[in-house]
């Protein structure tokens, strides 16, 4: 019982650092009224500790009685001695429990709040932090400009992030795309990365 509560009581604190502010967009993604009909997401979830990408999705489905059904699933495969923790990390969408902090604050992209996002523009964010957007593209079916973010206190480290149009944000519990990187040798490496791959909203 004690050693349960502890690991509730560190997946809480950890949770803020590991995923260094991530929690925050859930504020530009869902969230508010739920608009109706049938919607489905699949996100893979893939982190730098585990070989096997996870899997995460949410459905929503109206009923007769105008209620919604709705039915959460995340698939992965961990070896028995990460089985714990594992299920830890994939109720954070497959980032892991971390000890070390340092991780990436994504906190400043609140700002863009109910904003729709252009491409090839440079955003200034709060603590100097910025978000540099490219083309246009597809994720999932679904259009969505993505940026490279980066914030002045981590200069080892970057997210790609892709950002789908206000209406769109709302039906997501998280991006279309979230991969966050380090520098390791010169070079930039993946450290954890949420991706969709499937949508559907009718």
Known sequence: MVRSRRLWILC??????????AIVLAQLFGMGEYPGGHLRTVYRISTEEGPNPATFS??????PDGNYKIISTTEAVEPKDR??????SLF??????????GNLDLTPLMALGE???????????????RLITQERAQIAGIAVVIGIYTHPNYPDQRALIALPDVATRRLLPF???????????????????VELVEFLHE
């Open 12 to 21: 809480g604190l950890s949770l803020a650092g590991l995923i260094g502010g």
């Open 58 to 63: 949410l459905e929503i489905t109206p009923l």
């Open 83 to 88: 089985i714990e923790l594992g299920l830890f």
């Open 92 to 101: 954070f969408l497959g980032y892991s429990l971390r000890p070390e902090g």
């Open 115 to 129: 904003r729709e996002v252009e491409p090839n523009k440079s955003y200034v964010l709060e603590g100097g932090a």
């Open 175 to 193: 991006p279309p795309l979230l991969q966050v990187e380090k520098q390791e040798g010169g070079q930039f490496k993946v450290r954890d990365k």
